[in-house]
């Protein structure tokens, strides 16, 4: 019979090499994944999890972060899915207006549902759009947001050229998104979530798509967001890394200066 000794001995050792193999930063090659983020039982899926407890304390976070850039009257979240941080942002700033835009006409409607249903259907507009073709007039955006969606985006440079365009001089940008260069225990965490939780959860339309871990395999890392930013005609910008994601802000250039 295994003593009680042994059997901690064991269990510490399978935890300390759990450990140290998982904070090793994960090192492979950037994999696209834009597939089926339209499909119906996807923004459906989306929209449900999107309302866990996990996802609600990113938005906090995001929110929070939003409350400290002095921003004048409109926030434009491109890729807005559900709309689930215009929600928050339209409760946390009420004067600022907000305007959704998403490449997906099924996630719009979902969001217009989702504010409806809150009563705040008031607080924002919508527009089907690509971050590519901006439906806006040039210098005409006083700060954009976008969560999630940047390794969805075929060229973050055409996306981040056209948000230029649009930004008005001093306008802001904020854009959230996962990082591939993460400690390969974050994507365990990932893939448990896919192939256990979701599977119990009965979402599979989700897991068709290899998501949240096709997600994480398309997103860039630290030195490769540096590399796309350098290249565009943002001058004054941020990265900041954090343990599973990053944040980049950066400011178009004043009206004197231009
Ligand atoms: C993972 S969801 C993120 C949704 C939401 N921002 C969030 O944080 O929950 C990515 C969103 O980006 C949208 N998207 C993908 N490519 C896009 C593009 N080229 N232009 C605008 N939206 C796009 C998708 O339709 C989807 O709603």
Redesign the pocket.
């Known amino acids: 019979m295994i003593s009680f000794e042994i059997f901690v001995s064991f269990f510490c050792g399978i935890l300390f090499v759990i450990l140290a193999v998982g904070s090793i930063k994960l090192k492979i090659p950037r994999k696209v994944s ?1 597939k089926g ?2 499909d119906p039982r996807v923004v459906e899926e ?1 929209d449900r999890i ?1 309302r866990l407890p996990q ?1 609600k304390l990113i938005r906090q976070n995001i929110v929070k972060k939003l409350k400290k850039y002095n921003i004048k009257k409109v926030i434009t ?6 709309g ?2 215009l929600q928050n942002i339209a409760k946390e700033l009420p004067d600022i207006k907000l305007i959704g ?4 006409k099924e ?1 719009i409607q979902r969001a217009k549902n989702n504010l409806n249903t809150i009563g705040l259907s008031g607080r924002a507009e919508f527009k089907v ?4 073709h901006l439906p806006f007039e040039d210098l005409t955006q006083d700060f954009i947001i ?4 940047l390794h ?3 060229n973050p440079n055409l ?1 981040l050229d056209e948000i230029y365009r649009v930004l008005k001089p001093d306008g802001q940008m904020l854009i ?1 998104d996962l990082r591939r260069d993460v400690r390969r225990i974050f994507f365990w965490l990932l893939w448990f979530a896919q192939n256990i939780a979701f599977r119990i959860m009965g979402l599979n339309a989700l897991r068709r798509i290899n998501e949240p871990t096709g ?1 994480m395999l398309a997103s860039y890392t630290i030195e490769e967001i540096q590399e796309i930013m350098s290249k565009t005609n943002f001058r004054d910008w941020t990265i900041e890394g954090k343990t599973g994601w990053i944040y980049i802000w950066a400011r178009k250039k004043p009206l004197l200066t231009q």
């Open positions: 834009i983020i339209g989306y999107s996802f979240d491109i890729g807005c899915g559900p689930y941080l835009v998403d490449i997906s996630m759009g690509s971050v590519e976008s969560t999630g969606a969805h985006f075929a996306a959230f997600s």
